[in-house]
């Protein structure tokens, strides 16, 4: 599995920005999907995951209520709606997936930029 993210940007806070995931290969239902962000000087932190059914979600408590990850396997995209954003979302995102069932994450996307103006 290939990721590529995009849908990064400048944003005031309060804004909102809608992350896509696009992922290549043929089995893209039978992994989840997961979203990262690393923000300068900063670890690599949680930011969501879904199920590779899409059933199941869940969130890093500093987005939680405010993000939203999707999936629509019939197109291979994973998404991450951004609402009420803060200057502290500012980071690189990050999609990446694990098949099912596995804990770690073995497939990357190479990020995109999210800067939240105050």
């Known amino acids: 599995v290939q990721l590529q993210a995009s849908g990064g940007g400048l944003v005031q806070a309060g804004g909102s920005l809608n992350l896509s995931c696009a992922a290549s290969?043929?089995?893209?239902?039978?992994?989840?999907m997961g979203w990262f962000r690393q923000a300068p000087g900063k670890e690599r932190e949680f930011v969501a995951v879904?199920?590779?059914?899409?059933?199941?979600?869940y969130y890093g408590d500093s987005v939680k209520g405010r993000f939203t990850i999707s999936r629509v396997n019939a197109k291979n995209t994973v998404y991450l709606q951004m609402n009420s954003l803060k200057p502290e979302d500012t980071a690189v995102y990050y999609c990446?997936?694990?098949?099912?069932?596995?804990?770690?994450?073995?497939?990357w996307g190479q990020g995109t930029l999210v800067t939240v103006s105050s």
């Open positions: 879904i199920r590779w059914s899409g059933g199941i979600t």
């Open positions: 990446a997936a694990r098949y099912s069932g596995r804990y770690d994450y073995t497939h």
């Open positions: 290969g043929r089995t893209f239902s039978s992994y989840d």
